[in-house]
């Protein structure tokens, strides 16, 4: 799983043409952690942590990118709706919102 993680952070890094701030660097490892650790919890707490970044197009994308690196490994079914069903795991919209990684 480790190696999903650093090809998302990695892939989400590099979208941007310069490298990201400090800030910017924090907040993907921290969205990464909530994807990353989201399926150890039962389904009240998914929806406790998930329900407050539902419409961070940001912490979306993670989730999607996220979703097709362990997919490509067949780490996960792409008929798996993910955590709560969450759009986030609609791996057929993944490229929409990687644009919110390289704005500023």
Sequence with gaps: M???????????A???EESLDLESKRQL????MVWFNIDTHDKKTQ????APHLSDTAFISV???LRHAMVARGMLDPADPGPLGCEAWDSESQASTTEDWTQE
């Design 2 to 12: 480790w190696d999903c993680f650093a090809e998302v952070y990695l892939e989400i």
């Design 14 to 16: 590099s979208l941007k």
């Design 29 to 32: 490892i921290a969205d990464l």
């Design 47 to 50: 929806r406790f942590l998930l």
């Design 63 to 65: 989730g999607r990118h």
